[in-house]
């Protein structure tokens, strides 16, 4: 893609320098979403109905086993997406007309304890590993509905 022309899929969100730009106030909207729902980062969504449907990607960066050990050593990129509802918000309101719901964003951080954004992610563990696992949480994207 050609940023000068526009026709990167992500450009709205980039600088010239390729830096992340936030639509003003992102950061105080999104506070203010948690905050005026009651928002609790430790309780997943719930409806009544069935369960929270979470979906999955995967995408394997590198892999190499030792036959003789048995082991398998992977890495990858490991992507989920679920609906929030106490994270609905419509963009075009909150941010004006330069919002554009098929591919803007608000972008989180989910790790962060002390973060006043902190939102809700599902349990990931691996069964079989040898080591304790290494999950570097790289933030959640929180689209407008």
């Known amino acids: 893609c050609d940023r000068g022309a526009g026709n990167c899929p992500d450009d709205r969100r980039l600088d010239e320098n390729g830096s992340k730009v936030m639509y003003k106030n992102e950061y105080k909207f999104l506070k203010d979403l948690l905050d005026n729902s009651m928002y609790d980062s430790d309780e997943p969504p719930f409806r009544l109905g069935p369960p929270l449907r979470v979906q999955v990607g995967l995408k ?82 929180i689209y407008d509905a």
């Open 60 to 141: 394997l960066t590198k892999a190499q086993l030792d036959i003789i050990s048995g082991q398998l050593d992977m890495s990858f990129w490991f992507r989920l997406a679920w609906l929030d509802h106490r994270l609905s918000f419509n963009g075009t309101e909150a941010f004006g007309s330069l919002w554009n719901p098929a591919k803007d964003y608000i972008q989180t951080e989910v790790a962060d304890g002390h973060s006043v954004t902190k939102i809700w992610i599902p349990d990931i563990s691996c069964l079989n590993a040898l080591e304790p696992e290494h999950f570097r949480e790289e933030g959640a994207w």
